[in-house]
């Protein structure tokens, strides 16, 4: 669990007794089931990572809301989108292997996850991973309920694919960013695990497929 559940679930504890104590025990059981949910709501489990070559998995838990090609600082990406909803784990991985080349947190507004413009206008971090030749970026971005984000990495740091890097709280949406080539391998309404979902698969340069062509179909057989 995430050290924010005991946090969280420590004061709905002490507000339990205190309201038992005030009034009656009885009172006592809404924030004693607030507590509940609050440590429910921040568990951590552990997944297991994928190891196929060039494979980027999924930044988060939820659902798949949109797979498109856009443009990100004037260079074609693919975009795979993910809605968080309450259920939902909301501790946030690495896609990939690499290092943190940037990490830039942007206030704004907090639309519903699902709204269109909540990627622009919402508060966000875009963080950037740099690995193997390949360049990632993916956004935490806040929700309607959502009120922080939170990222643990600094710039410069090495991480491992699927390797923890923060969490936002109750309710968000992820954006990853990958080079237009990917080979996407989620449509929209598939349901992804953080750390564990492949969302698709980078392309090298021409002269390293064969190899990892050679690598993927022995990992299969």
Not at 13 to 37: D, E, K, Q, R, Y
Not at 54 to 63: E, F, I, L, M
Not at 104 to 119: I, S, T, V
Not at 208 to 220: D, H, N, P, T
Request: charged share 25%; aromatic share 10%; glycine share 10%.
């Amino acid at each position: 669990m995430v050290r924010d559940g005991y946090y969280y679930g420590s004061v709905m504890i002490a507000a339990a007794l205190l309201v038992g104590w005030l009034t009656s025990p009885a009172w006592g059981a809404i924030p004693v089931a607030l507590a509940i949910f609050f440590m429910w709501f921040f568990r951590d489990p552990d997944r297991h990572i994928p190891t196929e070559p060039d494979a980027v998995v999924s930044p988060a838990d939820g659902k798949v809301t949109d797979v498109s090609s856009v443009t990100l600082e004037g260079k074609p990406f693919k975009r795979i989108s993910i809605f968080l909803n309450v259920f939902d784990v909301h501790v946030n991985r690495s896609p990939i292997a690499g290092v943190i080349r940037g990490a830039r947190y942007q206030e704004g507004k907090f639309l519903n996850a699902m709204h269109p413009q909540c990627a622009d206008c919402n508060e966000q971090n875009t963080v950037t991973v740099e690995g193997e030749g390949h360049t990632i970026v993916f956004k935490q971005i806040a929700g309607l309920l959502a009120r922080r984000i939170v990222f643990t990495k600094p710039v410069g740091e090495k991480v491992e694919r699927g390797e923890r890097v923060g969490l936002i709280k109750f309710g968000s949406r992820t954006d990853v960013f990958m080079e237009s080539s990917s080979e996407v391998q989620v449509k929209v309404g598939d349901r992804v695990k953080g750390g564990a979902s492949i969302l698709a698969f980078l392309v090298r340069p021409q002269g390293e497929l064969v190899g990892v062509g050679s690598e993927r179909a022995s990992r299969k057989c």
